[in-house]
């Protein structure tokens, strides 16, 4: 129950809503992979599918998607506990993995969105480490530029199990970070934002999260206050699980797949911990956190009233 394998015709009409076909988008990936042999912080060996899927995420922009590859192997250098260290047979990862879920869903809607469930196992907050779910974040985003081929995200952050002691463990600069690396790095379009099974006291995490989100994306955030009703008008119950009141299965059967799919890419993930820029090669000003994240480290904890 992971991603359909995308058929030709769906690969065509996805590069059809930015303007390409196969040989407009042969010739952009090509583009991108003589641009890198330019660069000498960055690191050659870049999977040509992987290159196309940034071309779609950045729209068909070629500069844009240059920015962003760059960004992408500068955060890895300047942001290591996020996006190296991991290996699926880390200790860590075991853990996590029964602590929350970021569970992207098997079909795509009538629009070619991809919908991603995320939310916590575990009630208990002290088994909750921040820094740890959003590497598995983008372990799944990593897997994603390998396989999936879409042209938006669609997010439903479901707050089941959500306590006050998971909020008061959410820092301003961890988000920060989160939304540099999502946006930036990995530039993804996300479409819609879905919260269910909010509680009152979660408007404090909805509040920071507007904070951290550029207003743009804050308008795209859809609350969920009464069962799912309403959800179903947004997202088909075709591609919902049974959680959520759909007709795709079951969520722990998604996420049981999922967690398989992670762990088939062990020797990828830990090959590409080599795979990152090297600032004192780069052409012009180095990259710096102070640049991207605009703090120095000062991990500020969320006050709840």
């Known amino acids: 129950m992971v991603l359909l394998i995308p058929t030709n015709e769906l690969k065509e009409r996805v590069r059809a ?19 890198l042999k330019m660069q000498p912080h960055l690191p050659l060996v870049c999977d040509d599918g992987r290159l196309e899927r940034w ?4 729209k068909n922009s070629l500069e844009r ?9 500068a955060l890895k250098t300047l942001s290591p506990d996020i996006l190296l260290n991991r290996d699926p047979r880390s200790p860590w990862f075991r853990k996590v993995v029964n602590v929350a879920f970021v569970c992207p869903l098997s079909q795509l809607t009538t629009d070619y969105s991809r919908v991603t469930a995320l939310g916590c196992l575990d009630p208990d907050p002290a088994n909750t480490i921040v820094l740890d779910i959003l590497k598995l974040c983008f372990m799944v985003q990593e897997v994603r530029m390998c396989e999936d081929y879409c042209v938006s995200d669609i997010y439903i952050m479901d707050y089941n199990r959500f306590t006050v002691g998971h909020i008061t463990k959410v820092t301003f600069p961890l988000l920060k970070k989160m939304e540099v690396c999502a946006m930036k790095g990995f530039n993804m379009r ?13 408007d404090a995490m909805v509040n920071l999260l507007k904070m951290v989100l550029k207003p743009k994306l804050v308008s795209r955030i859809h609350v969920h206050t009464k069962g799912y009703a309403s959800l179903h008008k947004m ?14 299965g079951s969520l722990i059967d998604h996420w049981s797949a999922w967690l398989k799919k992670l762990e088939s890419y062990r020797d990828w993930f830990v090959e590409q911990d080599n795979m990152k820029s090297d600032e004192s090669k780069r052409a012009g000003k180095a990259v710096n956190s102070g ?15």
């Open 235 to 248: 997202i088909s119950t075709k591609i919902l699980p049974s959680e959520y009141g759909g007709e795709n």
């Open 190 to 202: 996300i479409k819609e934002i879905h919260l269910v099974n909010v509680p009152p006291f979660a």
């Open 55 to 58: 071309i779609i995420r950045c």
């Open 291 to 305: 640049d991207l994240f605009g703090f120095e480290g000062s991990f500020r904890k969320l006050s709840v009233d």
């Open 65 to 73: 998607t240059k920015t962003s590859v760059d960004m992408y192997y």
């Open 17 to 35: 809503e930015f303007g390409l076909d196969e040989a407009g988008m042969n010739l952009a990936v090509q583009v991108i992979k003589d641009w």
